[in-house]
């Protein structure tokens, strides 16, 4: 019985930001809990492969779908259609994102534009019309995936703390409007972890050092590391959990 709660053989899971990263990490633990799963990517090459391989190390059916999040009319189009060839999607995890670091008496306003279309905007743009079919058939799961720097903050990245900021706020939100249709809304921020995004970070020897110091787990975290949170959050183990946010980041944000 407590094995079946986590069981998600035959729903389906849409995950933005797939191809790579955090977001593939998320979409092939869901696939070995058993869902099938939309992999989105802006590059159809490179989707399409991170498609492949999990449904070769997984079985389960993938599919993929290619467009620009931050774009309101796409996103509606896109939705529209994938809904029409697979049905509405059980379970969304709104992953894609973005980074851009300046100090902020320098940063320029167009990255401002594109970091808060891309890490938040998106997240409204495809929740809207992805939720409003799972309210039409009473059921669903949303992730919106925040970020320590949604509690934090450090210097170079305000938009990016905005915006993450943002994320945590907007699932509260949307967890008040959607509850009554049986619609989770959740988010897990994680801490440092070892991702092509950070490659900067992680290959910068002071600040790895840094890092290491700061957190209590003394370490990056591992990207299979956030599997456990989106399952739980994905399957019937938490069907009366709402508005929360998960931080998996080692203990960094609960230590001065």
């Known amino acids: 019985m407590t094995t079946s709660l986590f069981d998600l053989t ?3 899971a849409f995950v933005t930001g797939s191809a790579r990263g955090i977001g593939n990490a998320l979409a092939l633990g869901l696939a ?5 799963v939309v992999v989105h990517g802006r590059d159809q090459a490179v989707t399409a492969e991170a498609a492949a391989r ?10 993929t779908v290619c467009f620009d999040v931050t774009d309101a009319g796409v996103v509606r189009e896109q939705v529209g259609a994938l809904i029409e060839r697979l049905g509405v999607p059980d379970i969304l995890v709104n992953n894609a994102g973005m980074q851009h670091r300046a100090p902020f008496n320098e940063f320029p306003a167009e990255k401002w534009d594109q970091v808060l279309a891309t890490n938040l905007s998106s997240v409204f743009y495809v929740s809207q019309p992805v939720t409003t079919a799972m309210a039409e058939r009473g059921s669903g799961k949303v992730i919106n995936i925040g970020s320590a720097m949604s509690a934090l903050a450090r210097q170079t990245i305000a938009p990016y703390t905005a915006s993450k900021g943002g994320v945590v706020m907007l699932t509260k939100g949307m967890a008040a409007d959607l509850a009554r249709f049986d619609i989770q809304v959740n988010a897990i921020s994680p801490g440092y972890f070892a991702s092509e995004m950070n490659r900067d970070l992680w290959s910068d020897p002071e600040f790895d050092g840094w890092l290491k110091n700061r957190t209590p787990a003394n370490r990056w975290g591992k990207l299979s590391e956030l599997v456990g949170a989106a399952v739980f959050l994905s399957s019937a183990a938490s069907s009366f959990v709402s508005g ?11 230590v001065v």
């Open 10 to 12: 035959g729903r389906l």
């Open 244 to 254: 929360q946010n998960i931080h998996v980041d080692g203990g960094l944000t609960s």
């Open 54 to 63: 999990i449904a070769e190390e997984t079985g389960v059916k993938t599919h």
């Open 32 to 36: 070995q809990a058993g869902a099938d």
